[in-house]
């Protein structure tokens, strides 16, 4: 029975029960506890610290919905000690995980019942595919949804398998994506995602949540509002400046807000108090 954590602080034993290769640098685990159980109950926007004991511990998305009682997912690109190492590890190793950390999307409240358009680049697809995995297992509680998804080639697109033959044939849904540059093996669109968002030209009658790398995440929220969405329209996530997950080492610190605190999800509106950092 998936039960939430009783202190964030103290991490309980995870097992890697599975392996997925996504890309030629990311690898989604799926991990349970000691006991076969999922560690603790969360919700879209999540995160989670997973930890290998001497050698480090990082902040992680949670890429799985909450609608799976079973066990999470972990989708971890290889890029330094710590996810070398979890790159390196077989089914059946050992890690630490806690949490849940921080505020989630609002899935029951300003999503509910609304279109839907989930925009993503690279990595950034991990915490939306939460999101729309908890919409296609409640369906009947959201409107329509588009999912644009970019990343730099055909051999970093994450999930392919899971957007063409699983997302692409949910009812009313449509989902375009795009690599930055062609290539000789790929026949769909390429460039960047905010071009692509402009050239498709989406009404701005629906709810958008955007997850990427900052500069993509900017110049997306620079196309949204372009294109007519308000800004109490517009969500994103900062998760990438987690560190602590409780407030207290403040390398999430902006201006006045603690990403792992305050967020790392935001309303778009929200980011206007920031500094021009985030």
């Known amino acids: 029975m998936c039960k939430p954590s009783t202190d964030l602080l103290i991490p309980q034993v995870g097992i890697i029960t599975h392996i997925r290769q996504e890309t030629p640098d990311v690898k989604t685990f799926r991990i349970v506890t000691t006991s076969g159980a999922k560690a603790f109950s969360h919700m879209p926007g999540q995160c989670a610290m997973l930890s290998v004991p001497g050698i480090g511990e990082a902040m992680f998305s949670i890429a799985s919905s909450p609608t799976n009682t079973e066990f999470m997912e972990f989708s971890i690109k290889a890029c330094g000690t710590l996810t070398d190492h979890l790159h390196r590890l077989a089914i059946g190793s050992h890690v630490t995980i806690r949490g849940p950390y ?79 540059r062609p290539q000789d093996d790929w026949s769909g669109h390429t460039g960047f995602v905010p071009a692509y968002f402009a050239d498709i030209g989406f009404a701005p009658d629906k709810m958008a949540l955007v997850c990427g790398p900052p500069i993509m995440i900017k110049r997306t929220l620079d196309a949204l509002l372009t294109a007519g969405f308000k800004k109490d329209q517009v969500y994103t996530t900062l998760e990438l400046r987690m560190k602590c997950g409780i407030g207290k080492c403040g390398r999430c610190n902006i201006g006045p807000k603690y990403v792992c605190k305050d967020g790392p999800v935001f309303r778009c509106d929200e980011l206007d108090a920031l500094p021009d950092e985030y």
């Open 102 to 180: 921080g505020n989630i999307f609002p899935m029951e409240d300003a999503f509910k019942g609304r279109d839907l358009l989930f925009i993503a680049g690279g990595i950034g697809l991990a915490p939306v595919r939460s999101a729309i995995k908890y919409v296609f297992d409640n369906r009947t509680n959201y409107g329509h949804v588009d999912i644009l998804y970019g990343a730099r080639s055909a051999d970093d697109l994450v999930y392919r398998h899971e957007i063409e033959e699983n997302w692409a044939s949910q009812p009313n849904t449509n989902v375009y994506i795009t690599i930055d």
